[in-house]
């Protein structure tokens, strides 16, 4: 079993800066692509980004295109959003995910998830 721990979710106001981090203990972390899902309260579960084993290949869903970025540090086990820009439409909950192929898009497809961590754009 694969586990994702997720963290740097909280509280910001319109137009600040957060960043979240997913961590993937033990050495298989390099052979997962990853993604970055949100579910508002209500509302289906969606891709945000994903990104590549080494990180050469990412995608961006149009909501958060030119606001956030998606990376990877393999050294550290560690995949990051850095959102920017936020707005309150924002909010929701947010989650990591790995998969053992690439260029996935859907919950479906994807083994492993996180926790969760919740994001509030107040505005």
């Known amino acids: 079993q694969v586990q994702l721990v997720e963290s740097g979710g909280g509280l910001v106001q319109a137009g600040g800066s957060l960043r979240l981090s997913c961590t993937v203990p033990g050495r298989t972390f390099g052979t997962y692509a990853m993604g970055w899902f949100r579910q508002a309260p209500g509302k289906e579960r969606v891709l945000l980004a994903r990104?590549?084993?080494?990180?050469?290949?990412?995608y961006y869903a149009d909501s958060v295109k030119g606001r956030f970025t998606i990376s990877r540090d393999n050294a550290k086990n560690t995949v990051y959003l850095q959102m920017n820009s936020l707005k309150p439409e924002d909010t929701a909950v947010y989650y990591c995910?790995?998969?053992?192929?690439?260029?996935?898009?859907?919950?479906?497809?994807?083994?492993?998830w996180g926790q969760g961590t919740q994001v509030t754009v107040s505005s």
């Open positions: 990104i590549s084993w080494s990180g050469g290949s990412t």
């Open positions: 995910a790995a998969v053992g192929t690439p260029y996935k898009s859907t919950t479906n497809e994807y083994a492993y």
